[in-house]
């Protein structure tokens, strides 16, 4: 219901920055704590976030809110799924080619820990190809990590940066100063190949889920598709070629045979058979003659017409039916509901854990114990790193749903 600052609106904006489910949960604790933001949901999957708020939240408010915390929302622009495809296109490259880098940076570290694990000068190079993995491929972890952590957040980049850190830490003091085991009678161990080789797996992981997540969307693409880009408007007499998204209402307009119909109206004169059957699943074409409405994306015949323009970009019914599937494809399974509170603790629980085994260890470990604590503490962090927690529902939905689209089958 509206208060005192009017009307409720809902608008779905294109997120970015968003690496995991808890980053999703995330956004959504943000906005919902914004001043008059009702609801907010976020669709992990496609990226998008479902927001319900008075007319008096301004989109920068909202925009802001989330900059803050190292995430972004694209407003204002004329097709911000357009953008946010570019967007998505270019991580895809950056983290592709971040991951090619890792690995290759990755596997000498890796020969050296496995088969030469006692050579000394072996660690001084391992030292020297864990830097640029760590701290330049994979610096995203721990800017993202610094950036929830300021906020009193933290997701699975917080356990990345947490687990890589701390095993550097412990194998740059080694390398560094291996006399302090020494006089205690042990032999240091470095652990540079733990950090890296989790740093190259988690960026596989991710460049897995950028590709997924750019070929779910397809079936909403298919859709716009069937959206001319231009079209012919008469303007005293004459025919001018337009862009789609410059026509208003009132206009009139001119359709040949084989050609989309642009935008929603009613036919002014000349007469046609238009096919009807992506709205009503007809595949008898319709006959239109004047006064008949006619609707975006729908196919013209054999003969050509002029119709006026009744509703122009997002009131066609193409537009309309277009939201509504992204609607369906961003809404949440019961099930979702539950792994997204889970999402919400995920990440302090399994620091926790992690902390609690450190402590467990130090008490039985014996001699080695620091050594033991460290690895099994750091491994615990690693092995939580893994989305799927928060994808797997999202992206089903989004597949059924978009497999339907494709069949013809909105839901």
Known sequence: QANQNGEIVKDSFPVIGMTCAACASSVESILIHTDGVNKATVNFASSTVLVEYNRSVTHDDLQKALQAVGYDII???????????????????????????????TLPVFILAMFY?????????????????????????????????????????????????????????????????????????????????????ISLGKLLEEKAKSNTSTAIKKLMGLQPKTLKVIMDGEEVEMPIASVRKGYIIMVRPGEKIPVDGEVAEGSSFVDESMITGEPVPVEKTKGGKVFAGTVNQKGSFRFTAEKVAGETL???????????????????????????????????????????????????????????????????????????????IMVGVGKGAENNILI
């Open 75 to 105: 407003i204002d622009v004329e097709d911000p799924s357009a953008v946010q495809q570019e967007l998505q296109d270019q991580n895809y490259q950056a983290v592709k080619k971040r991951t090619i880098w890792s690995a290759i940076l």
């Open 117 to 201: 694990m006692d050579w000394v000068p072996g660690r001084w190079i391992s030292l020297a190809f864990t830097i640029p993995v760590l701290f330049w491929f994979g610096r995203s972890f721990f800017i993202n990590a610094f950036k929830q952590t300021k906020h009193g957040k933290a997701n699975m980049d917080t356990l990345v940066a947490l687990s890589t850190g701390i095993a550097f830490i412990f194998s740059l003091f080694n390398t560094l100063f291996p006399e302090f085991w020494h006089a205690r009678g042990i032999h240091p161990h470095v652990y540079y190949e733990a950090a890296t080789v989790i740093i190259t797996f």
């Open 318 to 396: 193409l537009a309309q039916i277009i939201k509504l599937v992204q609607e369906a494809q961003g809404s949440k399974a019961p099930v979702q509901k539950l792994v997204d509170k889970i999402a919400g603790i995920f990440v302090p629980v399994v620091m926790g854990i992690s902390i609690v085994t450190f402590i467990t260890w130090m008490l039985v470990g014996g001699d080695n114990a620091f050594t033991q604590a460290l690895l099994t503490s750091v491994a615990v962090l690693v092995i939580a790193c893994p989305c799927a927690l928060g994808l797997a529902t999202p992206t089903a």
